[in-house]
C-alpha cells in the first residue's frame, strides 16, 4: 500500500519507521477499514491532502495533522528518546484534544445536553414509582369502649402490615410544560457557543504563547551575537590598551559592556523556559516532555479583509456575540415561564395498592392480600401567594432588559476591538518595516564604530552605544513581528473563525 505524506519536519530513519507502523495501524481505523483490509486495499493509493478526519469537538481537520499529532502522543512518547518535533499546527491539534480549560467546556456542554433531556422527562412524561412498606407492631395501639352493659380495652390493628404501591403521573397541560424544555434546549446552545469560543480561544492563547516562544529563541540568538561582539571588542580594546593606542578608560568600557551582557543571555535564556512551559500547558502535555519548535520568528505578510466586511463578518460569526444572543432569549424564556406560574396544573394520575394485615397466628404464605386501584385528574390553580409570583415575574424582566443591555454593551465592546485590532495591525506592519531599516542600518553603524576603534580613529564610547543602538533596533524589530502574530492571532478569534479555518490557513 503507498501512501503519500507531506510534513514539514525532518525525519530520521527510526522516526520514519514508526511513522510506518502509526500509519499501518491506526490510518485505516480512521479511514474506516480493518488493519487487515488495509494490506490488499482494492484502492491502493490514500491521498492525506484530500482526506478529512473529524475529531471529536466537530472540527475537521487535514489527515496529516492527525497522523502528525498520532506520532506526537503515541510514537515518541513510547518509543523515541529524541525532543518531539512541534510545529504550530500540531501544537493547535494537540491543545484542541488535551488542554484542560477545553475539556471543561466540553463536558458543560454534555452535562447541557443532559439538562434537556431532564426537562423533557420532567414536562412531558410521567413520573412512576413504586414503594413497599412493611410495619411490625411491637405493642399494638388499644382503643377503650365504655358500656353500661360491658367495658373493656380492645388491641386495634395487626402485628404485622405489607402495603406495595404503584403510582403514576402524568402532566396534562401547564403554561411551562414546552417553555422548561425550550430554556433547557437555548442553555444547551448556549454551551455549545461556549465550548466553541473556548476552543477558538484556546487556539488564539497556543498562537501567542508559541510565538512568544519563537520571539525568546530569537532574544537568545541575539544576546549569544552580541555577547559575541563584546567579546572581540573586550579582546580588541586590551590588544589596543597593551599596545598604548588606546586609554584605560577604553578598556574600562569595554570591559563593563561585556559583563553587562552575560546577564542578559541568562535572563533570555530563563524567559525561554517559562514561555516553553506556557506552551506545553496549553497544549496539555506534561512539563518534563521534551520538544523541539522548529519554526523561527520571521516576519510574513497575512492579508486581512476590509473594514466594513470584517465588521460585518464579526457581527454575524463572534462568538461572544452569539453567547450573548441567546443568553439574551434564555433570559426571554425565563421571564415567561415565570410567568405561566399564574396558571392551573393539570395532571392525570393512578395509583394501584396492594395490602396485608395479619398477625403471627397466619403463616406468611397464607397471608390475604387485597388489591386497589384509582385512577383520577388534580387541578391546582394558584389564587394568592404573597405577591411571590408576581415579583418573580417582575424580577425576571428586570433581568431580561438587563441582558439586552448586556448585549448591547458587548456588540459594541466587540465592534470596538474589531477596529482596534485592525489599527494595530495596520501600525505594526509600519513598525515592522521602520525596524527592519534600522536593524540594517544600525548594524552597518557598528561596523563602522568597531573599524574606526581599531584604526585609533574612534573610541570605545562609539562601540558601545553602536552595540546599545543594534540591540535595541533587534529587539524593536522581532518585538513588533511578535505582536504582529499575536494580533491576528486576537483578530481570528473576532472574526469568529473555527479551528478549520484556521489550521487551514497556517
Same mark, same amino acid.
Given at each position: 500500500?503507498?501512501?503519500?505524506?507531506?510534513?514539514?519536519?525532518?525525519?530520521?530513519?527510526?522516526?520514519?519507521? $514508526?511513522?510506518?507502523?502509526?500509519?499501518?495501524?491506526?490510518?485505516?481505523?480512521? #479511514?474506516?477499514?480493518?488493519?487487515?483490509?488495509?494490506?490488499?486495499?482494492?484502492?491502493?493509493?490514500?491521498?492525506?491532502?484530500?482526506?478529512?478526519?473529524?475529531?471529536?469537538?466537530?472540527v475537521?481537520?487535514?489527515?496529516?495533522?492527525?497522523?502528525?499529532?498520532?506520532?506526537? #502522543?503515541?510514537? &515518541?512518547? =513510547?518509543?523515541?528518546?529524541?525532543?518531539?518535533?512541534?510545529?504550530?499546527?500540531?501544537?493547535?491539534?494537540? =491543545?484542541?484534544?488535551?488542554?484542560?480549560?477545553?475539556?471543561?467546556?466540553?463536558?458543560?456542554?454534555?452535562?447541557?445536553?443532559?439538562?434537556?433531556?431532564?426537562?423533557?422527562?420532567?414536562?412531558? &412524561?410521567?413520573?412512576?414509582?413504586?414503594?413497599? !412498606?412493611?410495619?411490625?407492631?411491637?405493642?399494638?395501639?388499644?382503643? $377503650?369502649?365504655?358500656?353500661?352493659i360491658?367495658?373493656?380495652?380492645?388491641?386495634?390493628?395487626?402485628k404485622?402490615t405489607?402495603?406495595?404501591?404503584?403510582?403514576?403521573?402524568?402532566?396534562? &397541560?401547564?403554561?411551562?410544560?414546552?417553555?422548561a424544555?425550550?430554556?433547557?434546549?437555548?442553555?444547551?446552545?448556549?454551551?455549545?457557543?461556549?465550548?466553541?469560543?473556548?476552543?477558538?480561544?484556546?487556539?488564539?492563547? #497556543?498562537?501567542?504563547?508559541?510565538?512568544?516562544?519563537?520571539?525568546?529563541?530569537?532574544?537568545?540568538?541575539?544576546?549569544?551575537?552580541?555577547?559575541? !561582539?563584546?567579546?572581540?571588542?573586550?579582546?580588541?580594546?586590551k590588544?589596543?590598551?597593551?599596545?598604548g593606542l588606546?586609554?584605560?578608560?577604553?578598556?574600562?568600557? =569595554?570591559?563593563?559592556?561585556?559583563?553587562? @551582557?552575560?546577564?542578559?543571555?541568562?535572563?533570555?535564556?530563563?524567559?525561554?523556559?517559562?514561555?516553553?512551559?506556557?506552551?506545553? $500547558?496549553? @497544549?496539555?502535555?506534561?512539563?518534563?516532555?521534551?520538544i523541539?519548535?522548529?519554526?523561527?520568528?520571521?516576519?510574513?505578510?497575512?492579508?486581512?479583509?476590509?473594514?466594513?466586511?470584517g465588521?460585518?463578518?464579526?457581527?454575524? !460569526?463572534?462568538?461572544?456575540?452569539?453567547?450573548?444572543?441567546?443568553?439574551t432569549?434564555?433570559?426571554?424564556?425565563?421571564?415567561?415561564?415565570?410567568?405561566?406560574?399564574?396558571?392551573?396544573?393539570?395532571?392525570? &394520575?393512578?395509583?394501584?395498592?396492594?395490602?396485608?394485615?395479619?398477625?403471627?397466628?397466619?403463616?406468611?404464605?397464607?397471608? !390475604?392480600?387485597?388489591?386497589?386501584?384509582?385512577?383520577?385528574?388534580?387541578?391546582?390553580?394558584? $389564587?394568592?401567594?404573597?405577591?411571590?409570583?408576581?415579583?418573580?415575574?417582575?424580577?425576571?424582566?428586570?433581568?431580561?432588559?438587563?441582558?439586552?443591555?448586556?448585549?448591547?454593551?458587548?456588540?459594541?465592546?466587540?465592534?470596538?476591538?474589531?477596529?482596534?485590532s485592525?489599527? @494595530?495591525?495596520?501600525?505594526?506592519?509600519?513598525?515592522?518595516?521602520?525596524?527592519?531599516?534600522?536593524?540594517?542600518e544600525?548594524?552597518?553603524?557598528?561596523?563602522?564604530?568597531?573599524?574606526?576603534?581599531?584604526?585609533?580613529?574612534?573610541?570605545?564610547?562609539?562601540?558601545?552605544?553602536?552595540?546599545?543602538?543594534?540591540?535595541?533596533?533587534?529587539?524593536?524589530?522581532?518585538?513588533?513581528?511578535?505582536?504582529?502574530?499575536?494580533?491576528h492571532?486576537?483578530?481570528?478569534?473576532?472574526?469568529?473563525?473555527?479551528?478549520?479555518?484556521?489550521?487551514?490557513?497556517?
Open positions: 500500500m503507498i501512501f503519500y505524506l507531506t510534513v514539514s519536519e525532518k525525519l530520521n530513519e527510526r522516526n520514519c519507521f $514508526i511513522i510506518y507502523i502509526n500509519v499501518l495501524l491506526f490510518l485505516p481505523i480512521y #479511514v474506516g477499514i480493518s488493519p487487515i483490509d488495509s494490506l490488499y486495499p482494492s484502492q491502493p493509493v490514500v491521498d492525506f491532502e484530500r482526506l478529512k478526519l473529524t475529531v471529536k469537538n466537530g475537521s481537520v487535514r489527515y496529516k495533522t492527525v497522523l502528525l499529532f498520532i506520532l506526537f #502522543v503515541n510514537s &515518541f512518547y =513510547a518509543q523515541s528518546q529524541n525532543p518531539i518535533e512541534v510545529n504550530l499546527e500540531n501544537a493547535i491539534v494537540s =491543545a484542541l484534544q488535551n488542554n484542560h480549560d477545553l475539556k471543561k467546556a466540553r463536558l458543560d456542554f454534555e452535562k447541557a445536553g443532559e439538562q434537556v433531556r431532564e426537562a423533557y422527562g420532567t414536562s412531558l &412524561f410521567p413520573a412512576i414509582n413504586a414503594d413497599l !412498606r412493611y410495619d411490625r407492631a411491637i405493642k399494638r395501639p388499644e382503643f $377503650i369502649i365504655e358500656t353500661p360491658f367495658s373493656g380495652r380492645f388491641p386495634a390493628g395487626t404485622n405489607i402495603t406495595s404501591t404503584v403510582t403514576a403521573e402524568q402532566p396534562l &397541560f401547564s403554561g411551562a410544560m414546552f417553555l424544555v425550550n430554556i433547557a434546549k437555548t442553555f444547551a446552545e448556549i454551551s455549545e457557543k461556549a465550548e466553541q469560543h473556548s476552543e477558538a480561544d484556546v487556539i488564539k492563547n #497556543v498562537k501567542e504563547a508559541y510565538y512568544t516562544f519563537l520571539l525568546s529563541k530569537r532574544l537568545i540568538e541575539l544576546a549569544e551575537l552580541q555577547l559575541k !561582539r563584546a567579546e572581540d571588542n573586550l579582546k580588541e580594546a590588544l589596543l590598551f597593551d599596545s588606546a586609554s584605560e578608560y577604553d578598556h574600562i568600557k =569595554a570591559n563593563v559592556q561585556y559583563q553587562s @551582557m552575560v546577564p542578559l543571555l541568562t535572563e533570555s535564556k530563563m524567559q525561554s523556559k517559562l514561555a516553553l512551559n506556557n506552551l506545553k $500547558i496549553l @497544549m496539555g502535555i506534561e512539563l518534563d516532555t521534551e523541539e519548535v522548529s519554526d523561527s520568528l520571521e516576519y510574513k505578510y497575512i492579508p486581512i479583509p476590509k473594514f466594513e466586511d465588521l460585518q463578518e464579526v457581527i454575524q !460569526r463572534n462568538k461572544l456575540l452569539k453567547q450573548m444572543e441567546l443568553q432569549e434564555l433570559y426571554d424564556l425565563t421571564s415567561s415561564y415565570q410567568f405561566t406560574q399564574h396558571l392551573p396544573k393539570l395532571n392525570a &394520575f393512578a395509583n394501584w395498592q396492594v395490602q396485608a394485615q395479619e398477625n403471627d397466628e397466619r403463616a406468611f404464605t397464607d397471608w !390475604r392480600y387485597i388489591n386497589s386501584v384509582i385512577v383520577g385528574v388534580s387541578l391546582s390553580v394558584p $389564587i394568592f401567594r404573597g405577591w411571590e409570583l408576581d415579583s418573580k415575574a417582575q424580577q425576571a424582566q428586570i433581568d431580561y432588559k438587563k441582558s439586552v443591555e448586556d448585549y448591547l454593551q458587548t456588540k459594541k465592546y466587540v465592534k470596538n476591538n474589531y477596529e482596534n485592525v489599527l @494595530m495591525i495596520e501600525k505594526i506592519e509600519q513598525q515592522v518595516k521602520a525596524y527592519s531599516g534600522a536593524v540594517d544600525s548594524e552597518r553603524g557598528l561596523e563602522i564604530a568597531s573599524k574606526r576603534f581599531a584604526n585609533g580613529l574612534g573610541s570605545q564610547i562609539e562601540v558601545t552605544n553602536a552595540l546599545v543602538d543594534f540591540s535595541q533596533a533587534k529587539i524593536n524589530y522581532l518585538q513588533s513581528v511578535h505582536n504582529y502574530y499575536v494580533e492571532a486576537n483578530l481570528d478569534l473576532l472574526l469568529g473563525k473555527s479551528a478549520d479555518e484556521i489550521l487551514n490557513q497556517n
